[in-house]
């Protein structure tokens, strides 16, 4: 049995940053097509709730403890965001250059890409890709303000809940989460095979339109 080492070289890991946005509205059968790029992406908090304990009580003690459903929701926030969002932000076309406010909103599927460093390679070690299903954003604020010596631009904020997707062998989920360190590289350091399926399904190839593939063809792609 071997004694426990803490902070060995090379174990020293971190995560960081947020880039690669990308949006992808939901169809009318629940798949997740035409991804585009949300360039100016600034920040997304993941902030699951509920799961609470409830506490029962037999026999003059605790009996057991059982937990409430787990929701998962968070925060988007941007410089800008994409003409096809506007839909799920509850807006609409009127004619062209003419938008309107107070729609339904559209359901869509996100994905974002956050850095995994460590102490030896840094932000190279390896990153992880975020996916989102199923969220609907909440109508935000948006506070215009006059140029000044110190101008800064809007940042857009957007909260959101969502609908979980059924994934075989466990409880539905809203968010999936592909960690690079954990699929060993190829010859000369080569991205793998597998990841890189993944990434051509999620951002598209010079032959294929991008796409949020749901739970059950991520682990096609990745098995």
Same mark, same amino acid.
């Given at each position: 049995?071997?004694?426990?080492?803490?902070?060995q070289?090379?174990?020293?890991?971190? &995560?960081?940053?947020?880039?690669?946005?990308?949006?992808?509205?939901?169809?009318?059968?629940?798949?997740?097509p035409?991804?585009?790029?949300?360039n100016?992406?600034?920040?997304? @908090?993941?902030?699951?709730?509920?799961g %609470?304990?409830?506490?029962?009580?037999?026999?003059d003690?605790?009996?057991?403890?059982?937990r409430?459903?787990?929701?998962?929701?968070?925060?988007?926030?941007?410089?800008?965001?994409?003409?096809?969002?506007?839909?799920?932000?509850?807006?609409? @076309?009127?004619?062209?250059?003419?938008?309107?406010?107070?729609?339904?909103?559209?359901?869509?599927?996100?994905?974002?890409v @956050?850095?995994?460093?460590? %102490?030896?390679?840094?932000?190279?070690?390896?990153?992880?890709?975020?996916?989102?299903?199923?969220?609907?954003?909440?109508?935000? &604020?948006r506070?215009?303000e006059t140029?000044?010596?110190?101008?800064?631009?809007?940042?857009?904020?957007?909260?959101?809940?969502?609908?979980p997707?059924?994934?075989a062998?466990?409880?539905?989920?809203?968010?999936?989460?592909?960690?690079?360190?954990?699929?060993?590289?190829?010859?000369?350091?080569?991205?793998?095979?597998?990841?890189?399926?993944?990434e051509?399904?999620?951002?598209?190839t010079?032959?294929?339109?991008p796409h949020?593939?749901?739970?059950?063809?991520?682990?096609?792609?990745?098995?």
């Amino acid at each position: 049995m071997a004694k426990l080492v803490w902070d060995q070289v090379g174990e020293k890991t971190y &995560e960081t940053g947020t880039k690669q946005g990308v949006l992808y509205v939901q169809s009318s059968d629940g798949s997740y097509p035409a991804g585009v790029a949300w360039n100016g992406l600034t920040s997304v @908090s993941e902030s699951p709730d509920g799961g %609470d304990a409830n506490d029962i009580y037999a026999d003059d003690i605790k009996y057991l403890v059982l937990r409430g459903v787990e929701n998962f929701g968070g925060t988007i926030e941007a410089y800008t965001y994409p003409d096809e969002f506007a839909e799920c932000d509850g807006s609409a @076309s009127l004619m062209d250059g003419v938008t309107i406010g107070q729609q339904p909103r559209k359901t869509f599927g996100f994905s974002y890409v @956050s850095t995994i460093g460590n %102490d030896t390679e840094l932000d190279e070690h390896g990153y992880k890709i975020h996916l989102i299903y199923g969220a609907s954003a909440s109508p935000s &604020e948006r506070s215009y303000e006059t140029i000044n010596d110190s101008p800064e631009p809007i940042q857009f904020s957007w909260e959101f809940t969502t609908v979980p997707v059924p994934v075989a062998g466990h409880k539905a989920t809203s968010l999936l989460i592909i960690d690079s360190t954990k699929f060993p590289k190829g010859e000369n350091g080569a991205k793998n095979a597998k990841l890189q399926a993944l990434e051509d399904a999620l951002y598209g190839t010079a032959q294929t339109e991008p796409h949020l593939p749901l739970p059950s063809e991520v682990v096609t792609l990745l098995t």
